[in-house]
């Protein structure tokens, strides 16, 4: 990938010029028609072959490709009055300036796994934006260096890395159809991070578009705009373009392992032991914990599956499994003996791990066979469900009483429809200071909670089911603020106004939550580097008043 800083590119020199005139201009038009008129007329490339509207058979299809929460893939849902496919950066300039003049908002789409839709969902007219042309990769195994288009996945990097080297790696998510951008630019958190921090730890340059259609790179666009979209969110500043990395350390054979206890097994104590071993152990060592209801049936009671009056049994009671899933970055033998001395209430046994490779373990993690081959990273046909999910931040041990009370919020949802999962920090992560980037999660913090229900069904009881989850557990996290993960992003925590301006008071509501006092210096970022709140969307940074 050529990395030229044209920061004007002649055209676009015209084409600004052209915007702030038409700043001016009170009569502006919402008509998708002359949007794409606009795009045509402005590119000096074939811009209609990237361009779908509703008369294009493709258009469903296109949209419909990255939405990965299905809550948003109803009729009901606002569409784009066209999506873009940009296969040149220049196009993304020519939609910016165009979005200016017919005052249409544009959202920017990578992997699709936003939280709340907002790559792809917006309550005014708006354009997708979508990435997905642009995702090449270049790896420098000598450098450990990667150069990454902003369009691709997290499955496609780790593809390419492990192409040119089985020592190296990338400290991003579990979930390979997942976006680079959307990561990296929320922080991104993975099974490295206690040894390397996040993702957005281990970033070394990037290339963005900003509000004025310049192309900028760390150099030029200077180290505050650089700090604010490594953890801020890129969406409220500008599209990245590519992102230059850093590539890790890790060995050739790792050790994941996995086991899972009940109610009746001690989970309870176990799982209070966990909360204070897990962000202690050595930075080689992570652990999580996904915690959810299960059918069991009690030990000397047989297997019913018709009950006497002919309607299917329940297959015994319900309980809760509380299931430890880790890797470890070395040999089984060695991670046994550690566990047994540092978690002996655990009782991890050698039949709960496996020696794999480092990518094999990538593909398990990914919910692939430890036998596929690695060649599934590449599928962005993502596995879909509807929900809707919450994070919370664990600072000291909850009591028993306060674990046995969350059973019984978990025991009123069927099996298979929450995920639910305590993910340990430590390690790095609490070693890098709070204002190193935007995401402020460091020292102090035990864990990150995180809280998922399907909300396909009966919809509203879903999701009033996960608003009681999270009101019951309130005494047991961060409070002033509490704290949330961005990347986890939840629009219950508060709204920008679809139109005008939000306060910055209204702001820091939610703001403080995902960024505490980091909030401050984005917003005063914001306000320098686009202050028309061009780049906006229902949580975006908004500029001072
Ligand atoms: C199944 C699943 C597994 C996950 N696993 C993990 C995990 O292991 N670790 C973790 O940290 N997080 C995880 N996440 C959360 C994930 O990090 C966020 O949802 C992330 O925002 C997704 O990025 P995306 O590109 O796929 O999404 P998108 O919906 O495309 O984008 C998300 C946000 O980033 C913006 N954006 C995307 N591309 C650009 C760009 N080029 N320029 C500017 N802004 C851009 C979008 O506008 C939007 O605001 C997971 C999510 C899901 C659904
Ligand atoms: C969508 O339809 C328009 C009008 O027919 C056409 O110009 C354009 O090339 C089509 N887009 C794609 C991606 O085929
Ligand atoms: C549960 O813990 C107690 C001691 O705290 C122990 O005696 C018992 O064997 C454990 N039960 C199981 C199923 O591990
Ligand atoms: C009960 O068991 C049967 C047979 O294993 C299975 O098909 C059915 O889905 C189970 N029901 C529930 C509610 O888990
Ligand atoms: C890609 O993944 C999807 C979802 O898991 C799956 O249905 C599909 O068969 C996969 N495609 C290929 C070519 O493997």
């Known amino acids: 990938m050529k990395i030229s800083v044209c920061s004007m590119l002649s055209i676009f020199c015209v084409l600004s010029l052209l915007s702030f005139s038409s700043a001016a201009n009170p009569k502006k038009t919402n008509s998708g028609q002359d949007f794409v008129q606009c795009l045509i007329r402005s590119s000096s490339t074939s811009i209609s072959k990237v361009i779908y509207t509703s008369e294009n058979s493709t258009y469903t299809s296109v949209l419909k490709f990255s939405i990965n929460n299905l809550r948003f893939d109803t009729p009901s849902t606002p569409k784009p009055i066209v999506i873009v496919k940009p296969e040149a950066e220049s196009q993304i300039q020519t939609v910016i300036y165009c979005c200016k003049k017919h005052d249409i908002q544009m959202r920017i789409r990578g992997g699709g796994h936003d939280y709340e839709g907002q790559s792809y969902v917006a309550q005014v007219p708006f354009v997708v934006v979508d990435m997905i042309n642009l995702r090449s990769i270049e790896v420098d195994p000598v450098k450990a260096t990667a150069w990454v288009q902003a369009g691709a996945t997290l499955g496609e990097l780790y593809y390419r890395i492990a192409e040119k080297s089985n020592t190296l790696g990338f400290p991003a998510g579990i979930w390979s159809t997942v976006g680079v951008s959307g990561l990296v630019s929320g922080g991104g958190y993975g099974t490295l991070r206690r040894k390397y921090g996040l993702a957005a730890d281990n970033v070394l340059d990037?290339?963005?578009?900003?509000?004025?259609?310049?192309?900028?790179?760390?150099?030029?666009?200077?180290?505050d705009l650089f700090w604010a979209i490594r953890g801020g969110g890129a969406s409220s500043f500008g599209v990245i373009l590519s992102w230059k990395l850093h590539l890790v350390s890790v060995p050739k054979i790792v050790t994941v392992f996995q086991t899972a206890r009940t109610l009746e097994q001690n989970a309870t104590e176990i799982l209070h032991r966990w909360q204070t071993v897990a962000p202690r152990l050595p930075k080689d060592v992570e652990m999580r914990v996904a915690v959810n209801p299960i059918w069991t049936n009690l030990p000397n009671e047989p297997q019913k599956t018709v009950q006497d009056d002919g309607t299917p049994s329940l297959n015994g009671t319900k309980t809760v499994s509380v299931n430890f899933i880790g890797q470890f970055l070395g040999r089984k033998e060695k991670l046994l003996s550690m566990m047994n001395k540092r978690f002996p209430e655990l009782g991890l046994e050698a039949e709960s791990c496996f020696e794999v490779s480092y990518i094999q373990s990538v593909l398990l993690f990914s919910l692939f066979q430890a036998t596929d081959s690695p060649l599934g990273l590449l599928n962005r046909t993502a596995y879909k469900i509807a929900f809707k999910a919450k994070s919370d931040y664990v600072n000291k041990p909850i009591p028993k009483e306060g674990l046995e009370g969350l059973w019984k919020v978990l025991l009123e949802q069927?099996?298979?429809?929450?995920?639910?999962?305590?993910?340990?920090?430590?390690?790095?992560?609490?070693?890098?200071?709070?204002?190193?980037?935007?995401?402020?999660?460091r020292a102090g913090t035990l864990y990150m909670m995180y809280m998922r229900v399907r909300t396909d069904g009966d919809t509203s009881d879903s999701i009033k089911w996960i608003r009681g989850l999270y009101k019951y557990l309130t005494p047991y996290v961060t409070s002033n603020p509490r704290t949330a993960y961005l990347n986890y992003n939840d629009l219950d925590l508060g709204l920008n106004k679809p139109h005008g301006k939000t306060s910055y008071k209204q702001a820091s509501i939610w703001g403080k939550k995902y960024f505490k006092n980091n909030f401050d210096r984005l917003v005063i970022i914001k306000s320098i580097v686009d202050p028309d709140n061009f780049f906006r969307h229902e949580q975006s940074i908004p500029p001072f008043a």
Do not use: Q, V, W
């Not at 929450?418 to 609490?430: D, I, P, Q, R, V």
């Open 206 to 223: 990037a290339r963005l578009i900003d509000a004025n259609g310049r192309i900028l790179d760390r150099k030029s666009m200077g180290e």
């Open 414 to 441: 069927e099996p298979g429809r929450t995920n639910f999962l305590l993910t340990s920090y430590g390690g790095k992560m609490a070693e890098i200071s709070e204002s190193a980037i935007p995401f402020p999660h």
